[in-house]
């Protein structure tokens, strides 16, 4: 968003692991004029290896157990990229990524973890891989249902004996043996056993400890076989290598780590086994610019563990180096440590401690490993509050930067930016941005009506591909609300200083997003300008056609009319909690879902159903488009609050007194034309909305039909709100 030097340099994050969220905490804390950071992380919850067999066994809620990436994100004031890596070019310093265009960055960090290798295993597909630990949990979901519905003995085996598959091993036998004692259950008899190619199970872990595990798992009848290798894994059964099969219905991969498949053809210098080299300052030997940390890195001159105690002692390193070779400074070394404590819990609340030569047992075992864990849990969940205010130098540069036409972009730039993108021809645009001229020439159809709008505003998020699709499909709301077809559009565009390749490449990541919803509303880009500015904007002017007689307007509403809204509201007061780091990602990413749904079959189903008015609700709220509804038509509403859809999380914050700078003002130019009220949803009639729903009425006999339409696929959460009600002289307009 407001960026107060240019940028010099880009740090793209790659997964958000362990030493990750400690690069975005750091930086958050001292961010670095000029340097920005951009995580491009597969999933928004990043589980805490520490918890994971304590989330296992039901001792810590999703919440306890996972950082929640989104607003430590927005803490470090880095772009969030919600999608995986596909591969890297570190010769070309590009990033592929699913489902969108690719990236540049100046200095890259890879922190995407593990997953269990299936080497040597065929058959996998039958097994549950324990990593990554989301995609586990929801099919041990399924595992504990197949289970309640199962009668007699059910076999579950482990494959992989280490530290992970013995505390798995407990924490599975706890959680399902506590349901299999549900009443109903009680004729399940759940068989657990680890199966270990090595010929002990634990051997980095001293003796004494090994003793204490041992003894444990016979103490919770979980059966262990070492020196056993699996060949493969059949339904109902596992095959070993020396020709033996066992009965098994369920078998569970915790095997040893794999290295991340998206590297191997990457270029990068990696080990014999697939992991990407590093030396002691944690960077490619191959590719100084590129960092690794975690599972994911491997160490020159060290053999360490793949545990999140090493990803967690990098982080602190990494985000050192990453902030020194961004500024030129000489880098420092990491040195892992020696010894390490290692804690295993046993399912319940008890744990068994080991270091160096010495082991310890009990319930306080598991209190102080969990006291460690929440400690470090608390460092990414209670963030700092955050300051907004400039950044140093921001006057002196700006005062540096050229205004009016001096503010444009540089041709070359827009050339590299606009090179890349689709073809944007149609029919009706005969001069356009494939043949660039002062102006775009355009023939509208015969008898068409032309519908044009205009809409700009500042990023609200600071992904600019995201950025470019919603606020494109917030500028085409407007002409799909007036019942019209979008046909072409010009982009007004400022972008933040940077050099030369920052803003070619933060142009096209804008530009491909708006194109992209251009082209699903239907329409194409004929043109525009761009300029230079301290935050990026954007804005379209959209142009529609329609039939004269088919046009929608806010007027014409009539007594008894439903209304029926199509989207939830609340996204005024979830991106003001989201700048503030205060928004959990899963409120964020379901608000963003929302805003990219278009209103173009929106608008044909409320036509196919008898629309008597319609506007799109925007940046005055609810209300206050519901005013400007009513005024047109010259009558009142009532409303059920109790029905008007929220965004999750925009009740939660709204109560906890958050609200988007906009709301006080929409609700003071509503006055008491809305019938005033304590009742939580009030608040949000006056949030602006970015990208909101369509806002219209229907004759009551209709309303039920064209709800089911709406909810069928366009618009699953419209629902009807109210209806239109003849409003008496002392009456507020709107009431409840
Ligand atoms: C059952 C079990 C219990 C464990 N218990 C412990 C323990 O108690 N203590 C301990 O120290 N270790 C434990 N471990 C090991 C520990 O989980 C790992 O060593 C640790 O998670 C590694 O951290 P990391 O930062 O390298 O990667 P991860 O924590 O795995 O994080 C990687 C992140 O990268 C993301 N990602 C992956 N691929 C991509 C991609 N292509 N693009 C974008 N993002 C991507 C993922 O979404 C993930 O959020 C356990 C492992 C298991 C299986």
Redesign the pocket.
């Known amino acids: 968003m407001k960026s107060p030097v240019p940028i010099h340099t880009d740090i793209v994050l790659?997964?958000?692991?362990?030493?990750h969220v400690d690069v975005l905490k750091k930086f958050g804390m001292k961010p670095e004029p000029g340097v920005r950071l951009t995580l491009?992380?597969?999933?928004m919850l990043?589980?805490y290896?520490?918890m994971?067999?304590g989330y296992i066994a039901d001792h810590y809620s999703r919440r306890e157990a996972h950082i929640d990436l989104r607003p430590l994100a927005a803490f470090a004031g880095a772009r969030l990229v919600h999608a995986?890596?596909l591969s890297i070019d570190p010769d070309a310093r590009r990033l592929e990524i699913a489902g969108r265009p690719a990236i540049g960055f100046d200095i890259a960090s890879i922190?995407?973890?593990?997953t269990p290798s299936t080497r040597g295993i065929a058959g996998t597909e039958h097994a549950i891989p324990?990593?990554?630990i989301d995609r586990f949990l929801e099919a041990y979901h399924a595992l504990a249902d197949r289970i309640r519905a199962h009668d007699g003995t059910f076999r579950i085996a482990v494959v992989g004996g280490g530290?992970?598959g013995v505390?798995?091993s407990f924490s599975l036998a706890h959680r399902l043996r506590s349901r299999a004692a549900d009443p109903g259950q009680e004729t399940t008899r759940i068989e657990v056993t680890i199966l270990e190619a090595d010929d002990i199970l634990l051997p980095s872990y001293n003796a004494a400890a090994r003793r204490r595990v041992t003894r444990a798992l016979a103490a919770r009848n979980i059966d262990v076989r070492t020196g056993v290798t699996v060949s493969a894994v059949a339904p109902g059964r596992i095959e070993l290598e020396k020709g033996e099969t066992l009965a098994c219905d369920q078998a569970i991969l915790?095997t040893s780590a794999g290295p991340?498949a998206?590297l191997a053809d990457s270029g990068l210098a990696l080990d014999d086994r697939g992991f990407v080299r590093v030396d002691d300052r944690l960077r490619s030997p191959s590719h100084p610019h590129v960092f690794a940390a975690?599972?994911?890195a491997s160490m020159d001159g060290h053999s360490l563990p793949?545990?999140?105690?090493y990803?967690v002692r990098q982080g602190p390193y990494l985000a050192g180096n990453l902030r020194r070779l961004a500024t030129d400074r000489p880098l420092r070394p990491y040195r892992p440590q020696g010894q390490t404590l290692a804690l295993i819990t046993t399912g319940e609340r008890h744990a068994i401690g080991a270091r160096g030569p010495f082991a310890v047992e009990g319930d306080w075992v598991w209190r102080w490993k969990d006291w460690i864990d929440r400690r470090w849990m608390a460092k990414y969940h209670d963030l700092p509050d955050m300051d907004e205010g400039a950044g140093p130098g921001e006057d002196v540069l700006d005062a540096m930067r050229c205004g009016g036409c001096g503010a444009k972009v540089p041709a070359p730039v827009l050339r590299r930016a606009l090179d890349r993108l689709p073809e944007q021809a149609r029919d009706g645009l005969d001069q356009g941005l494939d043949s660039p001229d002062d102006a775009a020439v355009l023939t509208p159809p015969p008898g068409k009506v032309l519908v044009q709008t205009v809409d700009q505003f500042r990023a609200f998020i600071d992904d600019p591909y995201l950025f470019g699709r919603i606020a494109a499909n917030h500028c085409l709301g407007d002409v799909f609300a007036m019942g019209a077809d979008a046909h072409s559009a010009l982009a007004a565009v400022m972008l933040p200083h940077g050099d030369d390749d920052k803003t070619a490449d933060d142009l096209h990541q804008l530009l491909s997003g708006a194109i992209e919803t251009l082209a699903e509303a239907g329409a194409v880009l004929a043109g525009g300008h761009t300029g230079e500015g301290a935050e990026m904007a954007f804005g379209l002017t959209v142009n529609g056609y329609a039939d004269r007689d088919a046009i929608i307007r806010k007027g014409g509403l009539r007594p008894g009319d439903t209304l029926i809204l199509t989207k939830p509201i609340g996204t005024g007061v979830l991106f003001a909690a989201d700048m503030r780091a205060d928004a959990r990602g899963d409120w964020i990413e379901a608000a963003l879902a929302s805003m990219q749904r278009s209103l173009r079959p929106v608008a044909e189903i409320a036509r196919g159903h008898g629309v008597t008015a319609g506007t799109d609700v925007t940046g005055f709220g609810l209300a206050g488009h519901l005013l400007e509804m009513l005024e047109a038509s010259g009558i009142g509403a009532k409303l059920d609050l109790d029905a008007v859809p929220v965004l999750d999380g925009a009740l939660e914050l709204s109560r906890d007194g958050i609200e988007s700078t906009l709301r006080p003002g929409n609700e003071a130019s509503a006055g008491a034309d809305v019938l005033a009220g304590d009742h939580p949803v009030r608040t949000l009639l006056f949030d602006p909305q970015t990208a909101g729903g369509l806002l219209f009425g229907v004759p009551a006999d209709r309303a039920d039909a064209c709800l089911a339409a709406l909810r069928a696929g366009a618009a699953p959460d419209a629902a009807v709100i109210g209806h239109v009600a003849a409003r008496e002289a002392h009456d507020s307009q709107v009431m409840f």
Request: aromatic share 2%.
């Open positions: 790659v997964g958000g692991g362990h030493s491009v992380a597969r999933d990043t589980p290896s520490g994971i067999p995986a890596a922190d995407t973890g593990s324990v990593k990554p530290a992970g505390e798995l915790v991340p998206w975690g599972d994911a793949k545990s999140g105690v990803a």
